[in-house]
């Protein structure tokens, strides 16, 4: 299981599951997870030579399309469902896209692990995929251009290429959706220009550029917090501290929020095991403890002795 | 007519039938005649590398995978392989 989710606009839960012998899938349930109902089969043309490797990130569609999904998945590839996850369809202008050749797989696959939809323009779209970088659709997901302006891909000849960056987790900030915040494998990012351009804004504060959550705050578009991991070689807290890092001023300085974490932990959290709204934020690690905020500045241990947490989601909704 | 067995975590998705009869002049035509096919095969028509399937007790990779010919086969038999040391 990659990513779960609680679809805001009628409650259905949907996971991205993958299986060792079995392959991809999408099940969701309208039960509140007692029964679940698998996808038809998520597929890619013949004539791509490419098969579907691992599905990664769910993305609900906009209200206005409430039967709506987007699925992001290995080897690079979006889909999008229409019938409420039954079936999926790929993105055609990703599948082709002209720099697909000069797209190349991190630690974790091609994955496309970032879906971002503009509440403001229902033809505007982001994805990020690992390693290509992000690439802005303002057509409706016809067509896709990379938005990699000032990103670093230390790993490559050029460290600041037009594609080839390994985003880790992309958020758009929806107050306010041409600010973009996102944790990359080099730094921490925001444009406020819709991707156009990025400034990097770690080391002033945080202890390293590394990591993979990154959350924001609905209600206040200048807060962002992350989660820093030792080094891409590392996964876990530098020098065994685990701590969530804050800004409020747009990222210009970020602050240790570590009271009531452990003292001394080397803990990893996942792309997907941290989640935020209005009132808190939320996040768990891969050595099973689940913490949440529970005053503004002091976490609680809300549940420890889970099994590694992969995935966390917080959301309203109202049948 | 050959009866195909699957295992458990393929009858869970196949409203708990593990035993289907199926008429097939292949292994690739039996499976594909099952509820659970997309479990099965990638868009190539590929099995995972860790399912392995028996007919009568001989791995079907041995005899042409999916080409296998299934003529006077009385059981073929889905197993999810383990991997590990």
């Known amino acids: ?319 | 007519m050959v009866q195909v067995v699957v295992p458990s975590f393929l009858a869970a998705q196949a409203e708990g039938r593990r035993r289907f009869d199926v008429e097939a002049e292949t292994v690739g035509e039996a499976l594909r005649a099952l509820p659970v096919a997309d479990l099965l095969f990638n868009e190539r028509g590929e099995w995972s590398r860790y399912l392995n399937v028996f007919v009568d007790g001989t791995d079907a990779r041995e005899r042409g995978g999916p080409a296998c010919p299934l003529a006077g086969a009385r059981a073929v038999l889905v197993i999810a392989m383990l991997a590990g040391g």
């Open chain 1, 1 to 319: 299981m990659y990513h779960a989710i609680v679809d805001a606009r009628d409650g259905t839960f949907y996971a991205a599951a993958n299986h060792i012998v079995y392959g991809p899938t999408v099940q969701r349930s309208a039960d509140g997870g007692t029964t679940w109902k698998r996808s038809k089969k998520i597929g890619l043309p013949e004539r791509s030579a490419l098969t579907v490797n691992a599905a990664w990130h769910i993305e609900p569609g906009l209200s206005q399309q409430p039967r709506t999904l987007y699925l992001g998945a290995d080897p690079g590839v979006l889909f999008r469902s229409d019938d409420a996850g039954e079936t999926w369809e790929p993105n055609r202008g990703i599948l082709e896209h002209p720099t697909r050749n000069r797209w190349f797989p991190g630690a974790g696959g091609l994955c496309c692990d970032s879906i971002q939809l503009d509440p403001g323009n229902p033809q505007r779209m982001y994805v990020c995929i690992a390693s290509a970088g992000t690439l802005r659709s303002d057509d409706g997901g016809q067509t896709w251009v990379p938005v990699n302006k000032n990103v670093a891909a230390d790993y490559l000849p050029s460290p600041y290429p037009e594609i080839g960056q390994c985003v880790h987790k992309l958020l758009l900030h929806p107050a306010r959706p041409e600010r973009l915040w996102q944790q990359n494998h080099f730094g921490v990012y925001r444009s406020d220009n819709w991707g156009d351009s990025w400034e990097r804004l770690d080391g002033n504060g945080l202890p390293t550029s590394f990591g993979f959550p990154i959350m924001i705050d609905p209600k206040d578009p200048d807060k962002a917090f992350v989660i820093p991991e030792r080094s891409p070689e590392y996964h876990y807290s530098p020098n065994g501290r685990l701590a969530v890092y804050r800004t409020r001023d747009s990222g210009q300085t970020w602050e240790e929020m570590s009271d009531g974490l452990p003292r001394q932990a080397w803990a990893a959290v996942l792309r997907e095991a941290s989640a935020s709204d209005a009132d808190s934020l939320y996040f768990g690690t891969q050595s099973g403890s689940f913490f949440a905020l529970a005053d503004g500045d002091t976490w609680v241990e809300a549940a420890r002795h889970l099994p590694p947490v992969l995935s966390v989601e917080v959301t309203q909704w109202s049948r």
